[in-house]
């Protein structure tokens, strides 16, 4: 039987399939090539041709005011780093307690699913600016006992508050979307409430939704430039002010938002292709 799998050999009808799929192949990928040059060409030949291109391209694409800045902004956006990393923990503990309290079922757990309700709500609805305004100048106003008046600290406060309410949501549908009978099934053997959760129900739910969280790690990698507005937080955005400032050419605000560009775009692939892997038709398709 093995010598028989070895000794295989496709037919001439099989390669001559394979043969026909390539050249589809290659034909598509070079009229994608070609249609994608001719868009940019003709779009870059516009711009450049445009009245005002000199102007642009000096107060914007300054090539020497982005070599002076980009130590400076590349420095602040390690910042934004730290930030989006330290967040990122903080707000899948808050919001995994969250959604746990808005899925405990019983009549005694309505407080707990009150709280967790009128959380998401009141922090959905509040923008994101906004928390950060009202956090980051008041909370240091109020000089509240163990808490750091620091606008870094306000500032990471203010994501973890508003994000926690979406991802939230995100992990309370994953969590819904488990079956009921895997509840029931885990009861069966003896499991409590609590073991059923954590052993069966939420490994199934987190694999269901970590896509659309890798997708919130994103936009909170971009808004972490927010805290910018704080001032005392020298991130990459308030880099690129800085060096601004200095002669008011926007070349740093390109750079910073050049290297936004070169953290965010793999993160985004990387969850395309987990969405792929996992079997979620038409994630991050381009055809």
């Not at 590349?74 to 330290?86: D, E, P, Q, S, T």
């Amino acid at each position: 039987m093995s010598r028989g799998v070895k000794d295989w050999q496709p037919s001439a009808i099989q390669l001559e399939r394979e043969s026909f799929r390539r050249r589809q192949a290659a034909r598509s990928t070079a009229i994608a090539a070609a249609s994608t040059l001719l868009v940019l060409g003709v779009v870059g030949g516009l711009v450049v041709s445009s009245p005002g291109w000199e102007r642009v391209h000096e107060t914007y694409f300054d090539a020497g005011k982005a070599v002076d800045a980009f130590p400076a902004v590349l420095a602040g956006l390690w910042m934004n780093v730290k930030i989006m990393v330290i967040s990122a923990i903080a707000i899948v503990i808050v919001s995994l307690t969250i959604a746990v309290m808005r899925t405990t079922r019983g009549p005694i757990a309505f407080p707990l699913r009150l709280l967790g309700t009128v959380y998401v709500d009141v922090f959905r609805g509040l923008p994101l600016l906004l928390v950060i305004f009202l956090l980051g100048f008041g909370g240091p106003a109020l000089d509240l006992s163990g808490l750091p008046r620091s606008a870094l600290f306000w500032g990471c406060a203010s994501l973890v508050l508003s994000y926690s309410a979406y991802v939230a949501e995100v992990f309370r549908a994953g969590i819904e979307s488990v079956h009921q009978s895997q509840r029931l099934a885990g009861r069966a053997l003896g499991l409590t409430y609590a073991q059923t959760l954590r052993h069966v129900v939420l490994p199934q739910a987190w694999r269901r939704v970590l896509p659309a969280l890798m997708n919130d790690l994103v936009s909170l990698q971009k808004d972490s430039g927010l805290i910018a507005v704080l001032g005392t937080v020298i991130d990459a955005i308030r880099a690129a002010q800085i060096e601004t400032a200095k002669d008011f050419n926007y070349t740093p605000y390109v750079v910073a938002g050049f290297l936004f560009i070169c953290l965010t775009v793999p993160m985004a692939r990387l969850t395309d292709w987990y969405a792929r892997k996992q079997g979620f038709a038409g994630a991050g398709s381009l055809m």
